[in-house]
């Protein structure tokens, strides 16, 4: 049996945790916060919750698996509702559209209200584009977001290290440009440029048109908690209140994790945080570029709303993004808003100027600037901005021997599902005690 010690009590340190115990690993979890949870941990405040997660969206199969290869199934510990309508966009020329989720021929139909200067609809070139990514996804699921091959295919290889931007593919494939907003939307919404962002990350499209998007009942502090409890099933000992100062390394292998009250002795370390909080990795995430998380606004409001998809973008400068869902007390709603761009106003005013006004109906408000977050989450929780091809990012292994990554650090994607993967990635590097 080895001895694990997991950095982070996010949803990569705790998914990573609950794999390696199963496999009978003896795991440690240190977190600095209080609680678990990281990102997954909603915002209080005047008996409002609000999601704090920049993902509010899962893949089944990822949380499935994850559930399914710690203990009991998933079906028996949270309950996962799907989303309709992924999100809503409404350009600045007043049109709109709603994107559904797993299913091509709503998303046919969807666009085909989309209409270019000629009048023609615009569903046939979304699912165009959409569908190029099937055998993309099918070659990156195989050799490298469920599994590392040592060796993957040349076409694999050639994939990863193609030149081919995101920006470039969405130019030649749309000549309407609110398809390019639409199909770039998730990138630049993560902190991105699409001229840094490779072709073929452009597959989460269609994840969510084969997949759907899925959500927990009860908001993402319920995965949170679902997953702490699963830590105490499987005997994982958890420490909160517990910063990592660094890596102890002995012969360039790390030995145990330096805390101030101590040393953790360990085996292997699976590092689920920011890796240029320890020094002994900082000189190895230098080449990377931390993505800039946007400017939050959670508002809690009371009495009549306007009636708002999962998810409502308002391109523009600053485009808003806005997420009505949490907890809020009778006759009140929790929405949240992310911003990106230039602000010049308040953002209810900003709002207001996309007939979405709020302004009379606020009595709870917290407002989160991106150093405020990547405060909160000890670095950002959006991971490594895109630099091309050549991105460098740590994940599985590291420079180090002995020592693991995972999280939105260590993987190329973005969201939730990805670093679930990356989890999984870690329990496969390690193996079985």
Same mark, same amino acid.
């Given at each position: 049996?080895?001895?694990?010690?997991?950095?982070?009590?996010?949803? +990569?340190?705790?998914?990573?945790?609950?794999?390696?115990?199963?496999?009978?690993?003896?795991?440690?979890?240190?977190?600095?916060?209080?609680?678990?949870?990281?990102?997954?941990?909603? @915002?209080?405040?005047?008996?409002?919750?609000?999601?704090?997660?920049?993902?509010?969206?899962?893949?089944?199969? @990822?949380?499935?698996?994850?559930?399914?290869?710690?203990?009991?199934?998933?079906?028996?510990?949270?309950?996962?509702?799907?989303?309709?309508?992924?999100?809503?966009?409404?350009?600045?020329?007043?049109? #709109?559209?709603?994107?559904?989720?797993?299913?091509?021929?709503?998303?046919?139909?969807?666009?085909?209200?989309?209409?270019?200067?000629?009048?023609?609809?615009?569903?046939?070139?979304?699912?165009?584009?959409?569908?190029?990514?099937?055998?993309?996804?099918?070659?990156?699921?195989?050799?490298?977001?469920?599994?590392?091959?040592?060796?993957?295919?040349?076409?694999?290889?050639?994939?990863?290290?193609?030149?081919?931007?995101?920006?470039?593919?969405?130019?030649?494939?749309?000549?309407?440009?609110?398809?390019?907003?639409?199909?770039?939307?998730?990138?630049?919404?993560?902190?991105?440029?699409?001229?840094?962002?490779? +072709?073929?990350?452009?597959?989460?499209?269609?994840?969510?048109?084969?997949?759907?998007?899925?959500?927990?009942? *009860?908001?993402?502090?319920?995965?949170?908690?679902?997953?702490?409890?699963?830590?105490?099933?499987?005997?994982?000992? @958890?420490?909160?209140?517990?910063?990592?100062?660094?890596?102890?390394?002995?012969?360039?292998?790390? @030995?145990?994790?330096?805390?101030?009250?101590?040393?953790?002795?360990?085996?292997?370390?699976?590092?689920?945080?920011?890796?240029?909080?320890?020094?002994?990795?900082?000189?190895?995430?230098?080449?990377?570029?931390?993505?800039?998380?946007?400017?939050?606004?959670?508002?809690?409001?009371?009495?009549?709303?306007?009636?708002?998809?999962?998810?409502?973008?308002?391109?523009?400068?600053?485009?808003?993004?806005?997420?009505?869902?949490?907890?809020?007390?009778? *006759? *009140?709603?929790?929405?949240?808003?992310?911003?990106?761009?230039?602000?010049?106003?308040?953002?209810?005013?900003?709002? +207001?100027?996309?007939?979405?006004?709020?302004?009379?109906?606020?009595? #709870?408000?917290?407002?989160?600037?991106?150093?405020?977050?990547?405060?909160?989450?000890?670095?950002?929780?959006? *991971?490594?901005?895109?630099?091309?091809?050549?991105?460098?990012?740590?994940?599985?292994?590291?420079?180090?021997?002995?020592?693991? +990554?995972?999280?939105?650090?260590?993987?190329?994607?973005?969201?939730?599902?990805?670093?679930?993967?990356?989890?999984?990635?870690?329990?496969?590097?390690?193996?079985?005690?």
């Amino acid at each position: 049996m080895a001895r694990v010690v997991v950095v982070g009590g996010g949803f +990569a340190g705790l998914a990573s945790a609950a794999r390696l115990a199963k496999l009978g690993h003896a795991v440690s979890l240190l977190e600095a916060e209080p609680t678990l949870g990281g990102a997954l941990r909603p @915002v209080e405040q005047d008996n409002f919750s609000w999601d704090a997660s920049a993902s509010t969206t899962l893949l089944p199969a @990822v949380v499935r698996d994850l559930f399914r290869k710690s203990g009991r199934p998933l079906e028996r510990e949270l309950e996962l509702e799907p989303v309709e309508i992924v999100r809503e966009h409404r350009f600045r020329d007043r049109t #709109s559209v709603r994107l559904p989720g797993g299913s091509r021929a709503a998303q046919v139909a969807a666009f085909d209200e989309l209409t270019d200067k000629r009048g023609r609809p615009q569903g046939q070139a979304w699912v165009d584009h959409v569908g190029t990514y099937g055998a993309v996804w099918e070659a990156l699921r195989q050799h490298v977001f469920e599994a590392r091959t040592t060796a993957p295919p040349v076409e694999v290889t050639a994939l990863l290290r193609s030149r081919e931007m995101l920006h470039r593919r969405l130019r030649a494939d749309f000549s309407d440009e609110r398809l390019r907003l639409v199909a770039g939307h998730p990138f630049e919404a993560a902190g991105h440029v699409l001229r840094d962002v490779p +072709a073929w990350a452009g597959l989460t499209a269609y994840l969510e048109q084969r997949f759907g998007a899925w959500r927990p009942v *009860g908001g993402m502090s319920a995965l949170a908690t679902a997953l702490a409890d699963r830590m105490a099933t499987r005997k994982v000992e @958890v420490h909160t209140s517990t910063p990592a100062v660094d890596l102890v390394l002995r012969n360039g292998r790390a @030995v145990g994790v330096r805390t101030a009250e101590g040393e953790v002795d360990a085996d292997a370390v699976v590092v689920a945080t920011d890796p240029r909080n320890l020094p002994a990795l900082k000189v190895h995430a230098a080449r990377a570029t931390p993505a800039i998380p946007p400017f939050v606004v959670h508002l809690g409001l009371e009495g009549a709303v306007p009636d708002l998809p999962a998810e409502l973008v308002l391109h523009g400068d600053p485009t808003l993004v806005v997420r009505p869902g949490g907890r809020a007390p009778e *006759g *009140g709603h929790a929405w949240t808003v992310h911003v990106r761009g230039r602000i010049f106003e308040d953002i209810l005013v900003a709002l +207001a100027r996309h007939k979405v006004d709020v302004r009379d109906r606020v009595v #709870s408000r917290v407002d989160l600037s991106p150093r405020d977050l990547v405060e909160r989450w000890h670095g950002s929780p959006l *991971g490594v901005v895109w630099r091309g091809r050549s991105t460098a990012r740590l994940g599985p292994t590291t420079p180090i021997a002995g020592v693991y +990554a995972a999280g939105a650090h260590a993987v190329g994607g973005d969201g939730l599902p990805f670093v679930g993967l990356s989890a999984a990635l870690v329990a496969q590097a390690i193996g079985p005690a």
